[in-house]
């Protein structure tokens, strides 16, 4: 006999998630993903300057606001086959890392390890116990009695006002958490600690950016940042060795705690590097790139299929045919008119919503195909491929994390564990261990070039008459992103967004084939259907980013319904 068990909404995210399971023997039998909002922002660029897209984009999210930025600008550049000037690809290289830096520590301390840790349970841990088991795993200098104590007086002191803040609601001595009250401890500690370092990669963000989130300074032909090193208004040294020491003290946070603590706690969960995996069809795209034309990258990005890393493609450039001739997107169960799977240049964006139906449409998400098959998308794709194809930073910080899990578990692990929930966390903490040396080689890489005399930040745009098309791709945090526009006389005439989240939360396509999340909790246990906690576990390890938070009011102004965060 089966549980149908209802989600809605998935909280701990960016936007409106319903997800639905049947559960059966303890363990979920089938899945429905469905994004509950629509997004529109397609409709809202027709007639436009394609100029402006770039602005209006980045409010497609309130997180996801810079990768839609760059994704935009990418796509109109393709168009018109314009090259950028070197400063400027180095200064976009700079904020992307930096805001993916903050991202993804955002992602694990604030959105999902709540999924793992018993913050009830730290009360009990001994301050200096865990010191000890810290100091063993690390040399991050906080890893101190005096702190360790600091924030269990301070959680303490939560507890008995009634005032647990961000911890209320969670799902406290649920059977699945398993850490011991020290690693609890341990754990909620660095939560804290976090606040601090995502900051400061934001700082970086909004120091070259003009202001995060939605930055200021992209253009259509490179940035608007203005270089003269002796002038306090424009970009200078002084503003340039600061952001060399916040993100040096990001990439210091990276190595000694965020790469620790992911591979330490999933190695005291070793049953989920079975649970999870769903789709092994793999996507990416390079991104860093290291010349004016985006020939020539820092991160590479390729296909993988079946899970066979020995089997990598690799994209090539901006301009290259295998990723531009292969992206299509199936509505068949998506909110819109029609049944069709079309390329994104040949798509239109008519909204056609029904009630929920199984069989039927039940999403306003859209089903991305690569070559007709479903693709994962995300850190672990992206390190999938970089490892296959002999990335030397993702190798070391891959290999090192691994070791440290495998000490830990008691077993020998290996890339193949990646495929999986714990994997994908695994694969976000290694990958923003190499965009932290990554954004300080490539501000080097600045540095160096403005040493040289160049200053130039931008050429100039030039539309020509008749129907141009292009597509700008950006590995975003959560994944492959990619913005395809079509130009006629100087106006947009068709834009899509095909975004990490459409790839990974898509409902089944016309073949009746489900999407990346759908797949992965197939098979996940369920200890307590009442308190469905492992669902939340896989679903978060994706990252899920369905658009910025609305509230529901009837005329009068009042609120419908209370929603418990999960």
Known sequence: MT??????PITRIEGHLRIDVE????????????GQMWRGIEVILQGR??????VITQRICGVCTTVHAIASVRAVENALELEIPLNAQLIRNVILASHALHDHIVHFYHLSALDWVDVVSALKGDPKKTARLAQSLSPWPRNSVKEFKAVKDKLTAFVQRGQLGPFTNGYWGHPAMKLSPEVNLLAVTHYLQALEYQRKANQAVAVLGSKTPNIQNLAVGGVANAINLDDDQTLNMAKLYWIKDLLEEVKTFVEQVYLIDVAAIGAMYPEWLGYGAGVKNYLSVPDMPLDTRGTKFDIPGGTIFNGNLKGAKL???FEDPYFRDNVTECIAHSWYDGDWTRHPYEEETVPHYTEFQDNGKYSWVKSPRFQGKPMQVGPLSQILVAYASGHELTKKYLTQAISLASKIAGVQLGPKHLHSTLGRHLARAVRAAVLANQAIGHWQLLVNNIATGDVATFNAPVFPKGEVQGFGFHEAPRGTLSHWVVIKNGKIVNYQCVVPTTWNAGPRDDRGVKGPYEASLLGNP????ERPLEVLRTVHSFDPCLACAIHTLDPAGKEIVK???L
């Open 3 to 8: 549980k149908r068990i209802v989600i809605d």
């Open 315 to 317: 994209f090539e450039s």
């Open 49 to 54: 300057d394609p100029r402006d897209a770039w």
């Open 526 to 529: 369920i200890a307590d259907p």
């Open 23 to 34: 559960v059966g023997g303890g363990s979920v039998r089938n899945a429905w993903s469905s």
């Open 563 to 565: 929603v418990r965060a």
